[in-house]
């Protein structure tokens, strides 16, 4: 099927809500669990989340990697605001910073990255090249950086979109599950990646499928 794009910014308050209160254990621990296995578990200096969401990712990837400090960056309000309080409650004020802000363009309290970790931005960006964009603008492109970015794969249709909904937030509320579907049919498949990354000069980053619904882009930058 055809890409049908969604809303770029997720600053409606329910809907911030519940994605910050629905159970992403699965993908969000194997975002990590990837990340320590292509690149290990030390990374230190400073990290930048892009895209940040609630800060899910921030918090266990501060947990995993104990020697870096997490920079957050979010264009929704509702969403720092969740993050901070989630940040908050794990105690992790002094490793984790979370900042209001547009991608890119966003300033950040670090001068040099040593990883930038992207989860399920992509398919939010009006035009695929703004993603490559913030990748070029933060890394600083010394071969230093490690780049980890996943998202989901755009099925090949609409009833298997709605099949892949159920199969894996069946008992989610339904604004979660309306969330889940339009990410699936607004996500790109990994060929169209590839070509992104040709397009923007990226192609020597690696490009994996691995599950039925997730991709990921790895590699030094
Ligand atoms: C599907 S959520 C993912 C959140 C988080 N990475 C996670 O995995 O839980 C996508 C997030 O990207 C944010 N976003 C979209 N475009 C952005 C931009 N240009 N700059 C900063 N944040 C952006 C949205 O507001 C939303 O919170």
Partial sequence: MERIPEPEIMDDEEQARAYSEADFEAPHSMFVHLFTERFGDEINGHVLDAGCGPADISVRFALACKGCTV???????????????????????????????????????????????????????????????????????????????????????????????????????EVLKKDFYHSLCAAYRPDEVRQQLSDAGLDFLNVEVVSDRHFVVHGML
């Fill in 71 to 173: 920079h957050g960056v979010d264009a929704s309000k509702p969403m720092i605001r969740l993050g901070r309080e989630r940040v908050r409650s794990k105690g992790l004020e002094d490793r984790i910073r979370l900042y209001h802000g547009y991608l890119p363009g966003t300033a950040i309290e670090a001068e040099e990255i040593s990883a930038l970790i992207v989860n399920s931005l992509l398919h939010h960006l009006p035009q695929a090249s703004q993603m490559w964009d913030i990748v070029r603008h933060y890394a600083p492109g010394t071969g230093s950086c490690a780049l980890f970015l996943m998202d989901l794969i755009r099925p090949e249709s609409k009833t298997q979109a709605r099949e892949i909904v159920e199969k894996y937030s069946g008992s989610e509320p």
